[in-house]
């Protein structure tokens, strides 16, 4: 049977709710034998991740989701198995977290002139650093304060691609992201693809580019993915010759769509990307 593996979630080093220890906790509950945490542009949390999951007798990666703007658009990038020491890493991420701190300002500026002040002091609340701001620490300062009634309903109506707090960013290359990866001794995965809106030929030449810059894997099975696309991306997948994840993109109890470990096994025709890692 196929090990119980999830190299995809988020504690409070980025814009998940717990610690990195209780993700840890909570992943080994579940039955995760081989347990990632992957905050956005950041790597504070593996060192508490690391000692937690040793502590458990979990198996552990090092990991990073890494803020990409691809074709005018954000995508992410996960850098697995990664070495947290990596100096090109480390100020590659640190440069991303500098634009998240002036982005935040612009979404509070933006929430203010819609009549929604305060956003960015209560942001911070959720958050351990200005620098680690994302929407998600947005989100719920808005529902806090009832001007929205669900998370989803702050990113439809404000946060989301193009709505009326909307600050577009460009983060960095496919080219620099896989290039910090790569030098840190990790693998990348494309995450959750079936959350972009590319139109098919520009789909297809993503698999294409970040095969040839070195990128290794797909997430087949995530959390934020349909049973539709479970199959879709297995099929690309092969027809890529790349391998594939597993991952739940666990952000909080209760608001994520899927718990740690809580999703089907990777169809067996694919490579796991942990294959010579357990
Ligand atoms: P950021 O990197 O700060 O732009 O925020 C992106 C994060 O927002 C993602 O990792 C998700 O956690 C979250 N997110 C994006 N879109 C939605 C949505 N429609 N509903 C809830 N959360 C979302
Ligand atoms: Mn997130
Ligand atoms: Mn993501
Ligand atoms: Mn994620």
């Known amino acids: 049977m196929q090990a119980n593996v999830d190299l995809h979630s988020h504690s409070n080093h980025s814009d998940g709710q717990l610690s990195p220890a209780q993700v840890a906790h909570r992943a080994h509950a579940n039955g995760v034998q081989l347990w990632a945490l992957s905050d956005h542009d950041n790597l504070s949390g593996i060192a508490q991740a690391q000692a937690a999951a040793d502590a458990l007798g979990m198996g552990f990666i ?10 005018g658009r954000t995508i992410h ?3 697995l198995n990664i070495d947290p020491q990596n100096q090109g890493l480390q100020q590659g991420l640190a440069g991303i977290r500098k634009q998240r701190s002036s982005r935040a300002l612009q979404i509070a500026n933006k929430l203010a002139a819609l009549g929604m002040p305060g956003a960015y002091e209560g942001a911070l609340q959720e958050a351990k650093d200005p620098q680690l701001l994302g929407r998600v620490h947005f989100a719920r300062f808005l529902l806090s304060q ?3 009634a669900s998370m989803q309903e702050a990113f439809k109506l404000y946060l989301g691609d193009g709505k009326q707090a909307y600050i577009p960013t460009l983060w960095v290359s496919l080219e620099q992201a896989l290039g910090w990866i790569n030098a840190a001794g990790g693998k990348a995965v494309i995450a959750h693809p079936g959350r972009y809106t590319y139109g ?3 789909e297809a030449e993503l698999f294409s580019q970040f095969k040839d810059l ?13 049973k539709a696309q479970y199959r879709q991306y297995a099929k690309v997948t092969q027809a890529y010759g790349l391998q594939a994840s597993r991952g739940s993109d666990f952000h909080a109890p209760g608001s994520s769509r899927v718990d740690l470990g809580l999703m089907p096994a990777l169809p067996a025709q694919l490579t796991p990307v942990w294959h010579d890692w357990l």
């Not at 090092?62 to 074709?71: F, H």
């Not at 070195?214 to 349909?226: T, Y």
Request: negative net charge; contains cysteine.
């Open 62 to 71: 090092a990991g990073v989701e890494i803020s990409v703007t691809w074709g």
């Open 77 to 79: 990038v996960l850098g």
């Open 146 to 148: 009832g001007y929205c």
């Open 200 to 202: 098919c030929a520009q």
């Open 214 to 226: 070195g990128g290794v894997a797909v997430e087949v099975i995530s959390g934020c993915h349909s």
